[in-house]
């Protein structure tokens, strides 16, 4: 076989590697609306209400404090 042949073989596996392995991470990630954001105030305060951290302020409104955190 040529050598270009597999040169190019070699690279069109690699290309079609790479847009499998996007697509893969595309849709494992297709219900956050936060998928590809480095991080931000807004997914910040998402991830901290997920986790029932008392004292978070959204949007003018406080959050309950969790049973074990009562003051």
Do not use: H
């Not at 597999?6 to 690279?11: G, K, Y």
């Not at 590809?36 to 305060?45: D, I, N, S, V, Y």
């Amino acid at each position: 076989m040529n050598m270009q042949y597999v040169i190019v073989a070699v690279m069109l596996a690699l290309a079609v590697g790479y847009a499998a392995w996007r697509i893969y991470r595309a849709l494992r990630a297709a219900g956050d609306p936060c998928y590809g954001c480095e991080g931000c105030q807004l997914k910040e305060l998402r991830d901290a209400r997920r986790k029932g951290k008392s004292g978070v302020v959204a949007f003018g409104k406080r959050q309950k404090a969790p049973c074990g955190e009562k003051k």
